[in-house]
């Protein structure tokens, strides 16, 4: 039966759901919610979360020595390996239950967070290794489209325009040129894999997408749209909104692909202009100043509005034809 909101509440109001408060990331990063958006679901459906997470801003600003915010099983190996250290210990897991050393009753659910750093560039590798081998996991990207932990560089998930260390707008260049990677789109290419994007302004698909991760007899991924308030320059209680505002211009669309098969979500019927979703964040000020900018804002719009096109489509023709 689907989780509602008033059962989680009950369930979680005098307790957190294995990461703790008094962590070191910033004050309205989103990263810290879609953790506990994934673990709330997980224990809520009756599993033991057992978690695997990258080098990042979540890692190093969780597990700050002596001192750890997880108290759940929890392992961390390196910035490019997570999908493989989790792929790892989901094997060890099937080899003591094969032997007997394990309830075969209790369940556990084995995650890997990682940020668009260690998922998009560093740890794709091991991540489409990991699913390809077919492991029973759950990888959630929190993207917040850069190298935020080592000061705001440039990744395969910085959208053009974005001002970044390593690409900044200037006189000669918008800052980077190049669309932001299609990861989602990447890992749905897998066979026998549950892909879904979600977003912390829209709680209860981020749930329903985790219960059909926690369910299905596979590898999963999730790709969470994560502000960054520090270097999106947007103020500490702006997350929520400059999230909402990623799915109404349909810069961040909410859909799911179960083995081939498209479903969006959410529809958005009268999609606000992309240029309101640029205009809310500081990170694309300097981008507004410069005498081509409008053009910039209307490739992408152009973009975002095919890429939903193309979805609805993809909805349509996929319907009950799964790939498996």
């Known amino acids: 039966m689907p989780l ?24 309205g990063c989103a990263a810290p919610n879609v953790v506990r958006f994934a673990l709330m679901t997980a224990i809520a459906k009756g599993y033991e979360p057992v978690i695997g997470l990258a080098t990042g801003c979540l890692e190093v600003s969780t597990t700050i020595y002596p001192y750890t915010s997880w108290n759940i099983p929890y392992i961390h190996n390196a910035f490019e390996n997570v999908a493989a250290t989790i792929s790892g210990v989901e094997t060890a897991y099937r080899a003591l239950l094969k032997k007997g050393e394990l309830d075969k009753d ?17 740890g794709l590798q ?10 029973k996991f759950i990888y959630i990207v929190y993207d917040n489209e850069g190298y935020m ?3 705001n560089q440039r990744s395969g998930a910085t959208p053009p325009g974005s001002d970044t260390t390593t690409a900044p707008v200037g006189k000669k260049l918008p800052g980077k040129l190049q669309l932001k990677k ?9 066979e026998n894999v549950y892909v ?27 790709a969470a749209y994560s502000p960054c308030v520090r270097f999106w320059r947007v103020a500490d209680d702006k997350s929520v909104e400059v999230s909402k505002l990623a799915i109404e211009t349909l810069y961040w669309p909410l859909y799911e692909v179960e083995r081939g098969v498209y479903r969006v979500t959410k529809k958005v019927t009268n999609p606000k202009p992309v240029a309101e979703y640029i205009k809310s964040q500081g990170r694309f000020k300097p981008l507004l100043s410069r005498p081509d900018a409008q ?25 009950d034809k799964p790939v498996r």
Do not use: W
């Not at 759901?17 to 962590?23: D, L, W, Y």
């Not at 209307?298 to 095919?306: F, K, W």
């Open 106 to 122: 209790k369940k556990y659910a084995f995650f890997a967070f990682g940020g668009d750093g260690g998922t998009y560039d560093i």
């Open 182 to 190: 299609n990861i989602v789109e990447i890992m749905a290419a897998h």
């Open 196 to 222: 879904a994007t979600v977003s912390i302004a829209e709680p209860m698909d981020f749930m329903k997408k985790i219960e059909k991760a926690l369910e299905f007899d596979g590898p999963s991924f999730i």
């Open 149 to 151: 932990n080592t000061g």
């Open 126 to 135: 091991s991540l489409s290794g990991a699913v390809e081998r077919g492991h």
């Open 295 to 319: 053009e910039i804002i209307d490739e992408l719009q152009e973009y975002v509005n095919t890429r939903y096109e193309r979805l609805l489509a993809l909805e349509e023709v996929t319907k």
């Open 4 to 27: 509602n909101a008033i059962e989680l509440a009950k369930l979680f109001h005098d307790k957190n759901p294995g990461m703790t408060q008094g962590h070191r990331m910033c004050p």
